[in-house]
């Protein structure tokens, strides 16, 4: 009796992207905000010089606040539902909170984000406002990537050895997202920016945040894991 093969492929990451509406709109209207959330790339503390590509640490994760910005974010969160329900086909159980909203900016091929996740949310976004020729990559990297046989090696010696890229081998994986695009993914998942060229002049501009799920109020507060929704919580002030 001849054997038969079985593959059975699982434990995908699914990475959902498009494109804004009257993106036009939108960056012209945050470019008048631009001044309130600018911040400078250096500061020192304890001493020691921090460069940031970032606003978020610096006091401005707010940017969902703003009034004029409301449709932008509402659609992000359109296509928060459609990424929950029609990609990942979850009960449709959820409220979504945005949590923090901050610019993630490069001025230089250089100034490139390091590898990191945002372990307070379950998905973030990221909404290009600017994106010169050139611009910075978005990449992510799977650590548990149980198909990487050559653990011991770099990145870019896992590439070199193997035959084809594709989702079975592969480790990381590059976005080049053009300007007015919208990008969602697990908060969890490994990711940063690289440089595409030693060209790249100008300002990579984009919006970046934190979504977080909560269950609604309407009789879903019976799951052992997961937020009640913020209507059940009670703030102490110390």
């Known amino acids: ?30 470019y008048k ?24 640490n610096i006091g401005k994760p ?28 979850y009960k449709k159980i959820f409220d979504f909170i945005i949590t923090k909203s901050w610019i993630s900016r490069s001025k230089t091929p250089f100034q490139k984000i390091k590898w990191h996740n945002h372990s307070n949310s379950d998905i973030s976004f990221s909404y290009y406002l600017n994106m010169p020729p050139d611009s910075h990559k978005l990449q992510f990297t799977n650590n548990d990537n149980y198909n990487g046989l050559l653990a011991g090696l770099n990145k870019s010696d ?28 697990p908060s969890s998942l490994q990711h940063g920016t690289e440089y595409a060229s030693n060209n790249f002049k100008g300002e990579r501009l984009a919006i970046v945040g934190d979504i977080t799920l909560v269950f609604k109020e309407d009789g879903t507060n019976d799951y052992s894991m997961g937020y009640i929704n ?7 002030k110390t």
């Open 1 to 30: 009796m001849k054997n038969e093969v079985k593959i059975f492929n699982i434990f995908p990451t699914t990475i959902y992207t498009n494109e804004i509406k009257n993106h036009k709109k939108y960056k012209e209207e945050f």
């Open 33 to 56: 905000l631009y001044p309130k959330y600018d911040y400078e790339q250096t500061s020192v503390k304890n001493g020691v010089e921090w460069f940031h590509t970032t606003s978020e």
């Open 62 to 89: 707010t940017i969902h606040l703003e009034e004029s910005l409301n449709q932008l974010f509402e659609q992000i969160i359109l296509n928060t539902e459609t990424y929950v329900y029609e990609v990942l086909k």
């Open 158 to 185: 896992v590439r070199d050895a193997v035959h084809e890229v594709n989702e079975l081998n592969a480790s990381t994986f590059y976005i080049d997202p053009p300007e007015g695009s919208l990008i969602l993914f």
């Open 230 to 236: 913020p209507k059940y919580w009670k703030i102490y």
